[in-house]
């Protein structure tokens, strides 16, 4: 299983997303939050601070993260574990530090989110239930919010309230 961390920079009410390049082998030429595999030995939130760094040039300020939830997508080898952050303040300026992986990164409104291409569908609910956004159970661009079309589950703090069998919050 791969273990994958994301955070989620909101600002001005739009969240920082990056645009993984067409020619990536996973997940190519979609948009997603910032983020990357988790090392050996790191936590996901010593991951996360290397990843912000190493990706957008911001160093963030741990004691403001807090982790929104879990995505899992795939089986057995391809399984994918993605904890999602939400980081309330970092310092310096993003700016797209890693070409190589991303062709663009963009601070995108919370009304935007339905109509880009994102690496998965369940993102645009996670990322409405950030604070900031006052997620209250809307999930126009998907319909359900625990589960897109290609498999990658989820659940955000609005949907708690909802089938508890259908979690999968972690």
Aim: aromatic share 4%; with cysteine.
């Amino acid at each position: 299983m791969h273990v994958v961390v994301t955070g989620a920079l909101v600002e001005n009410g739009a969240v920082l997303l990056v645009h993984r390049r067409p020619t990536k082998r996973v997940y190519p030429d979609v948009w997603d939050l910032p983020g990357g595999q988790v090392e050996a030995g790191e936590s996901e939130l010593q991951a996360l601070a290397r990843e912000m760094h190493e990706e957008l040039g911001v160093h963030i300020v741990a004691e403001s993260a807090s982790r929104l939830g879990v995505l899992h997508a795939g089986s057995a080898e391809d399984a994918v574990h993605v904890g999602v952050w939400q980081i309330g303040d970092w310092v310096g300026s993003p700016t797209n530090r890693a070409p190589d992986e991303h062709d663009d990164i963009a601070w995108v409104g919370i009304s935007e989110l339905g109509g880009l291409p994102l690496v998965h569908g369940v993102l645009a609910a996670l990322v409405r239930c950030l604070p900031e956004f006052e997620c209250a159970r809307r999930h126009s661009d998907v319909t359900d919010c625990n589960q897109d079309d290609r498999g990658t589950k989820a659940d955000c703090r609005a949907c708690a309230g909802m089938d508890s069998s259908s979690r999968w919050w972690d």
